[in-house]
């Protein structure tokens, strides 16, 4: 059922989940669990629209297909960035894993046994790939063709180049334990670099969050405060109906009001936190979907401050202001 489920899914949106599927080395088939989410993705909107419609007094329908969207959008950011832990983790030990197999190809050792014992609890994933390469060579396949393969499983751009320069020095019948020594060497030196390139834009980074989460908040509170205040006194105003004054403005009844207000600024800041956190993640980790732990700690963040600071301001100025 779940299988059949499943193909409700656009044909391109399922083969691209499919895809992050297997990069995000989740033992359960692909089909299967992407009906199960869906139905439950389904039932979960379902409780939540009959319920916060009841609450919040917003039509049922409405809130059933925008929480299915985000339930939906967030399997797949979670996929999307499980895929990427795996990728990343696998990009940090690769470099000790390549001096582990050189140091194996020194000690005598051939290249496909070699690459077995270089297969540690430590690497994790990549200790799980390799012990694959093995049993795959094992079981008669090409070492160069498994090599290949197993880049079809990692969501890794240096693990696919790195494979395919062990395989070009596989054909080529190079040195290929100093080929792996250099290749660990650089790989360390373009971390490093990716290490220093992240410190300097850290100020960066501070710049925004303070900007998103703090500054915009703590603005919009005494805004909002601000707009309160006058929307009550210019209602309670007696002006004359008639005035022989020719002036220059004219006083009129005031449209907006507060819960207007307070849904405009509780929007805006919404929208602030989930573009500064793409932001952040673009300058931070390079891509804009590492933004993605940001939203709801900054989300938090920012409307807690901006009903603190309402809070505050009232307190203090309840008196003075007659509010």
Known sequence: MYRTLAHIYPKQIRANLLELLHFA?????????????????????????FFGGTLLG???????ILSFVFFQCVLYFWIL??????GKFIDLVLPDALQLMASNLRAGFTTDRALLLSARPEFGPLQD???RVGKEVALGRELPEALQH?????????????????ISGLRSGGELAS??????????????????????????????????????????????????????????AALPEQTTLDLPIQFSQVGLGIDFIILYAVVSLCT?????????GLISKGKEKEGVAFI????????????????????????????
């Not at 299967?32 to 629209?49: M, P």
């Not at 079809?152 to 494979?163: A, M, P």
């Open 25 to 49: 080395h989740i033992r359960i088939e692909g089909l299967r669990f992407l009906g199960f989410t869906l139905v439950f993705s389904l039932l979960l909107s379902l409780v939540f629209a």
């Open 272 to 280: 602030t936190a989930v573009l500064g956190s793409f932001i952040l």
């Open 81 to 86: 960035l499980s895929a990427d832990r795996k």
């Open 150 to 166: 197993m880049t079809t499983r990692v969501r890794s751009v240096f693990l696919l180049r790195t494979v395919e320069l062990l």
């Open 179 to 236: 080929l792996l020594d250099e290749t660990a060497a650089d790989l360390r030196n373009q971390q490093l670099i990716q290490k220093k390139i992240g410190a300097s834009v850290n100020m960066y980074v501070i710049f925004i969050f303070v900007a998103a989460g703090i500054a915009s908040p703590v603005l919009f509170g005494l805004s909002s405060y601000l707009v309160e205040v006058l929307t009550k006194n210019f209602a309670a």
């Open 296 to 323: 709801f700690p900054l989300l938090m963040l920012s409307l807690l401050l901006f009903f603190i600071t309402r809070f505050v301001i009232r307190a203090m100025l309840s008196g003075l202001l007659g509010t």
């Open 58 to 64: 917003v039509y049922w329908a409405f809130l059933f």
């Open 129 to 131: 790939e390799l012990n």
